[in-house]
């Protein structure tokens, strides 16, 4: 009678839906559905925008809006996640892609389509062999450092199409320069209009909804309406285009975009093609996941839910893959949507069904109404979107805390501007590991000593403590491994060549969870070398995983000391000698 149990787990941890599922109701649904129409009327300008910052086709940035939130509603943990294209991501699109084909062609749409089936790929791999914790190795701030310059590189990316001129370049360098030379192209019916929409948008951000809520109307209201403003600019510069032929004058818009449901396509699998983009894929994958779980886990936090990151994974590949399929391209869990989301009332991930309704009706009957639409309403929405997104306080306050940390966002924000996203973005993966093996190859490590009157042991440096000449205490607070293995065995060897008449070096392990072979080979020399200079070697406060491993070796047989129980046994063990075989027989038995 178990196995029905045991199936519907196992079933409801691959798919979650089939968890909220059991409790949904009217009242969830109705929250649902407000949350869809909120989201829909922000999604809506959003995805043509990201579509163009990809350089790709605008509807594609709808496609990629309708079969990917249906996919993380059915495998996705994240009750309030809103999964889409993003600006980050679009902006490495286009960069992975545009070395492979021509902005506007058949084979760059075909390319990013591929780029979104290889980012699935990768993600359900990293999420069947439940591999999310390798996310843990990139460095928060150096990731900060990468979204903010990246944020700068995009806003900067867009003046073209607010200037109304011709510019290109994959780093700053690179798009100012090019900006500067055709500055002289301006159109300036399009820098109107860019500018315009700019600032309203940025009036609309922080000033609309007080109006609103000033002239009376309620709170629910007032915000829909005020996530409605990127509409808003999107129908009026419309409608202005096309009541005054501004196109006839020199304004960029966006053209024909087809109607009707999104086209079943499929990816590439040219092998010369997936080498070029795997390292891509890659990188879009790793940041995604790190940008959407972060998010994820902010907002499940405030309602005290959970979100599972491996399944996180499987979810987002599924996205992708669902992107691919339906002539879209990378996606991942947005910041702002998904705040949106969660503030609009979303109860379930069914909120992004919901939505998936609303983009497909827009992608039915609205899309001739997009002919005339500006570019530079597009490119307004994205500046003002990611302008968020930066944060150069994240220089100054890595270099109060943290100058190693500092010289790694510093280098990601250096070089990410300077020399374009995909090195920037590799650099940020290199220096967040490199970053955490330089940390831990140095252990904090910490001669303590008995504070009186208790049985706690602290650093001799920090408090007023009590030692003995004879034995010296070292509390190493990092795991043992090979990177730091060289380490620990010069800090002894460096504390024991004194003319103290040392007798005993005590390993207190209490913060060791791990200790491996190359750490084990060192211990094993400290003994031997402390051994010859007539010094016994002894542990404490060993977990019991660590110990379960170290039986396994001749180590414990070869050590010249014991192995204590606490560390305050094996101070009064080793000061006393007549009850040293008492207490060792004793934390001998408890070991066991």
Same mark, same amino acid.
């Given at each position: 009678?178990?196995?029905?149990?045991?199936?519907?787990?196992?079933?409801?941890?691959?798919?979650?839906?089939?968890?909220?599922?059991?409790?949904?109701?009217?009242?969830?649904?109705?929250?649902?559905?407000?949350?869809?129409?909120?989201?829909?009327?922000?999604?809506?300008?959003?995805?043509?925008?990201?579509?163009?910052?990809?350089?790709?086709?605008?509807?594609?940035?709808?496609?990629?809006?309708?079969?990917?939130?249906?996919?993380?509603?059915?495998?996705?943990?994240?009750?309030?996640?809103?999964?889409?294209?993003?600006?980050?991501?679009?902006?490495?699109?286009?960069?992975?892609?545009?070395?492979?084909?021509?902005?506007?062609?058949?084979?760059?749409?075909?390319?990013?389509?591929?780029?979104?089936?290889?980012?699935?790929?990768?993600?359900?791999?990293?999420?069947?062999?439940?591999?999310?914790?390798?996310?843990?190795?990139?460095?928060?701030?150096?990731?900060?450092?990468?979204?903010?310059?990246?944020?700068?590189?995009?806003?900067?990316?867009?003046?073209?199409?607010?200037?109304?001129?011709?510019?290109?370049?994959?780093?700053?360098?690179?798009?100012?320069?090019?900006?500067?030379?055709?500055?002289?192209?301006?159109?300036?019916?399009?820098?109107?209009?860019?500018?315009?929409?700019?600032?309203?948008?940025?009036?609309?951000?922080?000033?609309?909804?007080?109006?609103?809520?000033?002239?009376?109307?309620?709170?629910?209201?007032?915000?829909?309406?005020?996530?409605?403003?990127?509409?808003?600019?999107?129908?009026?510069?419309?409608?202005?285009?096309?009541?005054?032929?501004?196109?006839?004058?020199?304004?960029?818009?966006?053209?024909?975009?087809?109607?009707?449901?999104?086209?079943?396509?499929?990816?590439?699998?040219?092998?010369?093609?997936?080498?070029?983009?795997?390292?891509?894929?890659?990188?879009?994958?790793?940041?995604?996941?790190?940008?959407?779980?972060?998010?994820?886990?902010?907002?499940?936090?405030?309602?005290?839910?959970?979100?599972?990151?491996?399944?996180?994974?499987?979810?987002?590949?599924?996205?992708?893959?669902?992107?691919?399929? =339906?002539?879209?391209?990378?996606?991942?869990?947005?910041?702002?949507?998904?705040?949106?989301?969660?503030?609009?009332?979303?109860?379930?991930?069914?909120?992004?069904?919901?939505?998936?309704?609303?983009?497909?009706?827009?992608?039915?009957?609205?899309?001739?109404?997009?002919?005339?639409?500006?570019?530079?309403?597009?490119?307004?929405?994205?500046?003002?979107?990611?302008?968020?997104?930066?944060?150069?306080?994240?220089?100054?306050?890595?270099?109060?805390?943290?100058?190693?940390?500092?010289?790694?966002?510093?280098?990601?924000?250096?070089?990410?501007?300077?020399?374009?996203?995909?090195?920037?973005?590799?650099?940020?993966?290199?220096?967040?590991?490199?970053?955490?093996?330089?940390?831990?190859?140095?252990?904090?490590?910490?001669?303590?000593?008995?504070?009186?009157?208790?049985?706690?042991?602290?650093?001799?440096?920090?408090?007023?403590?009590?030692?003995?000449?004879?034995?010296?205490?070292?509390?190493?607070?990092? =795991?043992?491994?090979?990177?730091?293995?060289?380490?620990?065995?010069?800090?002894?060897?460096?504390?024991?060549?004194?003319?103290?008449?040392?007798?005993?070096?005590?390993?207190?392990?209490?913060?060791?969870?791990?200790?491996?072979?190359?750490?084990?080979?060192?211990?094993?020399?400290?003994?031997?070398?402390?051994?010859?200079?007539?010094?016994?070697?002894?542990?404490?406060?060993?977990?019991?995983?660590?110990?379960?491993?170290?039986?396994?070796?001749?180590?414990?047989?070869?050590?010249?000391?014991?192995?204590?129980?606490?560390?305050?046994?094996?101070?009064?063990?080793?000061?006393?000698?007549?009850?040293?075989?008492?207490?060792?027989?004793?934390?001998?038995?408890?070991?066991?």
């Amino acid at each position: 009678m178990r196995l029905p149990s045991l199936t519907r787990a196992s079933l409801e941890r691959h798919l979650p839906i089939l968890e909220w599922s059991k409790t949904y109701d009217k009242d969830t649904l109705t929250s649902d559905v407000v949350a869809a129409v909120i989201v829909t009327i922000m999604l809506i300008p959003q995805s043509l925008a990201y579509a163009l910052l990809a350089g790709l086709p605008a509807e594609m940035g709808l496609y990629a809006s309708i079969l990917p939130l249906v996919a993380y509603a059915i495998f996705g943990t994240s009750r309030a996640l809103a999964v889409g294209p993003v600006a980050v991501v679009s902006l490495m699109t286009a960069a992975a892609v545009g070395n492979l084909a021509l902005q506007g062609t058949a084979e760059y749409a075909a390319a990013a389509i591929t780029l979104a089936f290889i980012s699935g790929v990768i993600l359900l791999v990293l999420g069947i062999f439940r591999l999310g914790f390798l996310a843990n190795f990139l460095s928060h701030p150096v990731i900060a450092g990468f979204i903010t310059a990246s944020g700068v590189l995009i806003a900067t990316s867009q003046l073209k199409h607010i200037f109304g001129i011709d510019a290109h370049g994959h780093n700053l360098v690179e798009i100012v320069t090019s900006l500067f030379e055709n500055q002289h192209l301006t159109n300036p019916i399009t820098l109107f209009i860019g500018l315009t929409t700019t600032a309203f948008l940025f009036w609309v951000r922080k000033g609309l909804k007080p109006l609103l809520l000033g002239f009376g109307l309620k709170p629910r209201l007032a915000d829909i309406l005020a996530k409605a403003g990127p509409v808003a600019a999107v129908v009026v510069t419309t409608l202005v285009t096309w009541i005054f032929g501004l196109a006839g004058h020199g304004v960029k818009i966006v053209g024909e975009v087809p109607m009707g449901l999104p086209p079943l396509t499929l990816p590439s699998f040219d092998g010369e093609i997936w080498s070029s983009l795997f390292v891509s894929a890659l990188l879009i994958s790793i940041i995604g996941f790190v940008e959407s779980v972060s998010v994820a886990q902010t907002l499940a936090a405030k309602k005290r839910q959970r979100i599972t990151p491996d399944q996180e994974l499987v979810g987002l590949g599924a996205s992708n893959i669902a992107a691919a399929v =339906s002539g879209g391209y990378p996606v991942t869990g947005g910041f702002a949507r998904s705040v949106v989301n969660f503030d609009a009332g979303a109860e379930t991930p069914a909120a992004g069904a919901f939505t998936a309704v609303g983009i497909l009706f827009a992608a039915l009957l609205l899309t001739p109404l997009l002919f005339f639409l500006p570019k530079a309403t597009l490119a307004a929405t994205i500046i003002v979107a990611v302008l968020s997104l930066v944060d150069f306080s994240i220089l100054s306050r890595t270099w109060k805390y943290s100058k190693v940390d500092f010289a790694a966002v510093a280098a990601t924000i250096f070089l990410t501007l300077g020399f374009g996203v995909e090195i920037g973005v590799s650099t940020g993966v290199a220096l967040s590991v490199l970053l955490f093996l330089y940390k831990t190859s140095r252990p904090h490590v910490a001669e303590v000593g008995l504070v009186p009157g208790t049985q706690h042991f602290r650093n001799i440096l920090r408090h007023d403590v009590q030692t003995n000449p004879n034995v010296v205490t070292l509390r190493i607070d990092e =795991s043992l491994y090979f990177a730091n293995a060289r380490f620990l065995e010069d800090y002894v060897y460096d504390r024991v060549a004194c003319d103290e008449p040392i007798k005993h070096v005590v390993l207190q392990c209490s913060a060791v969870n791990e200790i491996d072979m190359s750490a084990l080979e060192s211990l094993e020399a400290i003994n031997h070398r402390l051994h010859d200079a007539g010094i016994k070697l002894h542990m404490s406060e060993v977990k019991g995983p660590v110990m379960d491993r170290l039986k396994r070796s001749h180590f414990l047989e070869e050590m010249t000391g014991e192995v204590f129980l606490s560390q305050y046994d094996a101070l009064v063990a080793l000061t006393r000698p007549d009850l040293a075989g008492d207490i060792a027989h004793e934390d001998k038995n408890a070991a066991e």
